[in-house]
């Protein structure tokens, strides 16, 4: 397969090992928080999400599971929002994986499926390449980039909850996207993974576009989100970013929520300064770059899904 549509096999691993070793996560709520894309406004409005929650008197965990980086293509803001990142549970995404390891033949690492237009995935394999260039010198960052898991299985709330990048069987797997999971193949191939995994809950991101997902699998309840993206517009005509937060509560700002054994599983809006942050993009992505091309209007306006589409049956 070309650049950009294969999948390496160091990115592979198989679902029975995610749960193996579970870690156990004591704080009020958790921010799993998964591509965030570079966008340090979008990182702003986290950090002061999580300030308001302590204010309020509750503890907050956070955990990034990949694509942090993408957009901030400099090295002065990979070092700034892998600072920042890297000082909470993170994990990679194959945007990480890549600028650490540059994989051969690898491209961009996001292994797009038929589906996606081969101009989209060339200008991901270029955009990579710009983001290698820049981390070139940066050797402590690309090797604390290498040391980071490829997946984290969180205790919360009584839940055992697996994080991923991709899917549960590749960290670039569009397993548990949209397009899979509204087909009878791909409800077949969740159903085999989840009754394989020791897991209550999958969380990921990887494939851009949000979705939620519950049902009865051998028994057990089961909940999938997928937030999409946190640095970019999801949703139509919303150019908001979305993270997942687990709690006890929901929060009445939610998109969407699913309760699963009294634990409150949101889409959350990531409300950040969008003058300030295309201002930034702009400087780095000037018109006719590739990331302009692909992203600055979903940056600009967010996608077509409309919200009463989140859950999928």
């Known amino acids: 397969m070309s650049e950009g549509r ?3 096999l160091a990115y592979r691993y198989r679902p029975e090992q995610i749960c193996a070793e579970p870690e ?9 928080i998964g591509g965030l894309y570079g966008n340090m406004a979008a990182l702003d409005a986290i950090d002061a999400m999580a300030d308001s929650e302590r204010a309020a008197g509750r503890s907050v965990s956070l955990v990034f599971n990949g694509d942090f980086n993408w957009f901030n293509a400099s090295p002065e803001q990979l070092l700034e929002v892998n600072e920042r990142v890297l000082a909470h549970r993170a994990m990679l995404g194959n945007v990480e994986y890549e600028i650490a390891n540059a994989v051969a033949g690898a491209g961009c690492g996001c292994a797009y499926p038929d589906s996606v237009d081969q101009g989209v995935v060339d200008r991901s394999n270029r955009i990579m390449s710009k983001l290698q260039v820049a981390a070139r010198d940066l050797d402590a960052l690309r090797d ?5 898991p490829r997946w984290r299985c969180l205790v919360f709330g009584g839940l055992k909850i697996a994080v991923l990048h ?3 069987e590749s960290l670039a797997g569009w397993g548990l996207s949209r397009e899979s999971l509204l087909t009878d193949e791909g409800q077949a191939q ?3 993974w989840l009754a394989a995994m020791d897991a209550d809950a999958i969380l990921c991101s990887h494939t851009c576009l949000p979705l939620l997902w519950q049902a009865d699998v051998a028994g057990r309840l089961r909940t999938v989100i997928n937030n999409g993206s946190a640095g970019m517009g999801n949703l139509q005509a919303d150019p908001r970013g979305l ?3 687990l709690s006890h509560s929901p929060d009445q700002a939610a998109i969407e929520s699913l309760n699963h054994a009294g634990v409150s599983l949101s889409l959350q809006p990531v409300e950040f300064d969008q003058a300030s942050w295309i201002n930034n993009f702009d400087q780095l992505w000037p018109p006719g770059s590739e990331a302009a091309v692909s992203y600055r209007e979903r940056i600009r306006t967010g996608t077509n899904l ?4 989140l859950r999928i049956r």
């Open 306 to 309: 409309p919200c009463g589409e």
């Open 6 to 8: 294969s999948c390496p």
């Open 24 to 32: 156990a996560v004591s704080t009020d709520v958790l921010y799993v």
């Open 243 to 245: 993270m997942i937060r």
């Open 166 to 168: 991709g899917d549960p």
């Open 144 to 148: 604390q980039l290498r040391n980071l």
């Open 190 to 192: 969740l159903h085999q």
